[in-house]
């Protein structure tokens, strides 16, 4: 089965701290997502990842940026957090080939700047 | 661009009742299409998905998604709920497998009343 983990369930952070979200997948995918989902708002995606050291902009990238520095690793960072990023902050990975392109979520992170 | 609507927000349904949780998305010449299921405190699960053929597509746990090309839909339906299926419900389309970001509803929250 494919995993993706996130390496926090629950995090507090205060107003202007930098912020480390990291994510890792074991199935050898070369695609990478991250999500922030709000209630009523759905799934907004913020940046994705189509190899190693690759990014593009999603929907909502403001305020974000990423690092890919090995291929099963994607780092989400809130370069100085702000109460408006309190979310929830999930992680995704497919694979181009095979399927449908169908993406694979890992458990979220619960985030809340004060 | 792709876009999803998911046309109720909220679905409360008695335990052993049908539901039909209703997906449109806009036209395109190839969809992929997808349902996926949040629950509580947990990351996204892939429930089941259209990519050709058969147009009537099941899961391992009852639910069943029908692909209407002429109305654009995709709505999932179980003909007796439990109280296990409370949870949220995401419809999302692709128009090109691969290095392409899957396009999400805003989701339905389906609550089974005992």
């Known amino acids: 089965d494919v995993k993706v983990t996130q390496s926090s369930r629950y995090l507090v952070k205060r107003t202007g701290e930098k912020v480390f979200l990291e994510c890792v997948q074991d199935?050898?995918?070369?695609?990478m997502f991250w999500y922030r989902q709000d209630p009523g708002l759905g799934l907004r995606l913020i940046y994705f990842s189509y190899d190693v050291k690759m990014k593009e902009k999603g929907d909502i990238p403001e305020g974000y940026s990423v690092s890919r520095e090995k291929k099963e690793r994607f780092s989400l960072i809130l370069e100085s957090a702000s109460t408006n990023q309190t979310s929830m902050y999930l992680c995704?990975?497919?694979?181009?080939?095979?399927?449908?392109?169908?993406?694979?979520f890992g458990p979220g992170t619960r985030l809340t700047v004060t | 661009a792709q876009s999803v609507t998911q046309l109720d927000s909220q679905v409360p349904v008695f335990e052993e009742a049908p539901v039909e949780l209703r997906c449109n998305y806009s036209s395109s010449v190839s969809v992929y299409l997808f349902w996926y299921v949040q629950y509580p405190n947990q990351g996204l699960q892939l429930l089941l998905k259209y990519l050709s053929g058969s147009t009537l597509v099941e899961s391992i746990n009852g639910f069943e998604a029908e692909f209407n090309k002429s109305q654009t839909s995709f709505h999932l339906r179980k003909p007796s709920v439990h109280i296990s299926d409370t949870a949220e419900y995401f419809c999302?389309?692709?128009?090109?497998?691969?290095?392409?970001?899957?396009?999400f509803g805003k989701g339905t929250r389906l609550s089974v009343i005992a």
């Open positions: 199935m050898d995918h070369e695609n």
């Open positions: 999302a389309v692709s128009d090109r497998p691969g290095n392409t970001p899957l396009v």
């Open positions: 995704a990975s497919s694979s181009p080939t095979g399927g449908a392109g169908e993406q694979y």
